[in-house]
């Protein structure tokens, strides 16, 4: 790296980067301080469109892979694998404006400070964002970097339907983001992701820096329940395949499930539909998506299967057929201990205040992590609230995350693994 002022003593510029999120969280704006940017959609477009003119701005060679995944790159004294850093520039409907976006534009401020600096690092910065995080547009989330990855063929993913029933690939065309730069990527020399914690965990602790040491498992199923529209007046109770019932209790049971397996488990409801979903008619279809999480495969794994044990039950008692199908599923991951251990010795070196914790929520790097060494850094979530328009992270603590992004990149990228 050569070196202007002393690389150490370099700072991001904080009112910079916050002027960048603020700017990116107008685009689908929902009114409320939060925005909603679905994949693939007019307003994932006008965010990918505003981000990928920073990066022109800021000189970076912006390249467009086949599944619209943007990698801007810095060149680097020497050429060969990119140090990246990065995240996701998509959101769920009601999202904040730091999910996702903190980390790809503390990548900018990174490389801006550093140019500003004169510094060149010796291995080129890529900052990224991937086609998609979210998944709840296109499921499995982290899409995008899972086809970078390769974990998934990108002729596969063109043919997902989304919960409108549009195609991938057709929706990827239609925003002009499907790109000519082959998948599965170029595994990068490492990479490093700055994210929203997403919980309350860094904040009831009073810590600033999260030091991630990995990613808990994720099962998303969809789960079809059939029976048989009837009149809500008419009939009489022990007649009734009511699949609005049957919905019900699988939501409840999901909750009982996780509270009685304890520890890390965690299960959600988001997403339920009846069928014809009208006031005076007994249910005749339900489709209800069952998110469960657990750091511990084997526990995960415990817990679909009792999922499916209560379906059985379920369709028994009340005349139904259930059935269901995976759309995401995902192992825990563990991050490179040699990245880990970067983020936290460089936290430490500037002062702030850390905590190693695995991810609640599923991030990129979990991704990359099948192809080159990864690591996280979190900062904190007020209230622990997030994919909600009250998403906040004070600037000081933005501040603090990119400038550990800042000093750990600059270790990648300037040295070994030694
Ligand atoms: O679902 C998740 O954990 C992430 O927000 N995609
Ligand atoms: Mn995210
Ligand atoms: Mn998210």
Known sequence: ?????????????????????????EVGSTGDGGCARLALTDADRSGRDLVTTWMRDLGMQVAVDEIGNVVATLPGQEAGAAVMCGSHVDTVATGGIYDGNLGVLAGLEVVETLS??????????????????????????????????????VEEAYDIVGIDGARLGDELARIGYLGSLPCPGQAPHAYVELHIEQGPVLERHGETIGV???????????????GQSNHAGTTPLAYRHDAGLAAARVAVYARQLAAGMGGD???????????????????????????????????????????????????????????????????????????VQV??????????????????????????????????????????????????????????????????LARLADQGWS
């Open 1 to 25: 790296m050569t070196r202007g002022p002393q690389v150490g003593e370099l700072r991001i510029d904080g009112d910079r980067l916050l002027r960048r999120l603020r700017e990116l969280g």
């Open 116 to 153: 500003a600096a004169g510094v060149v690092p010796r291995r080129p910065l890529a900052v990224a964002f991937f086609t998609d995080e979210e998944g709840s547009r296109f499921a499995p989330d982290m899409l995008g970097s899972l086809v970078y990855a390769g974990g998934l063929p």
């Open 212 to 226: 991630v040491t990995g990613v808990q498992g994720i099962s998303w199923q969809e789960v079809a329940i059939a």
């Open 265 to 339: 488990q965690v299960a959600t409801v988001g997403k339920l539909d009846l069928f014809p979903d009208l006031v005076n008619v007994v249910a005749g279809r339900a489709t209800l998506t069952v998110d469960l999480r657990n750091t511990d495969e084997a526990r995960l794994a415990e817990a679909e299967r009792l999922l499916g044990a209560e379906l059985d039950r379920i369709a028994l008692d009340e005349g139904v057929r259930c059935s269901r199908r995976h759309l995401a599923r995902f192992e825990p991951v563990e991050f490179d201990p040699r990245v």
């Open 343 to 408: 983020v936290e010795s460089t936290a430490g070196s500037l002062g702030y205040s850390v905590r190693r914790m695995p991810s609640g929520a599923g991030h990129d790097a979990q991704m990359l992590a099948r192809v080159c060494p990864a690591g996280m850094i979190f900062v904190p979530s007020v209230g622990g609230v997030s994919h909600n328009p009250a998403e906040l992270t004070t600037p000081e603590h933005i501040e603090a995350g990119a400038n550990v992004l800042l000093h750990v």
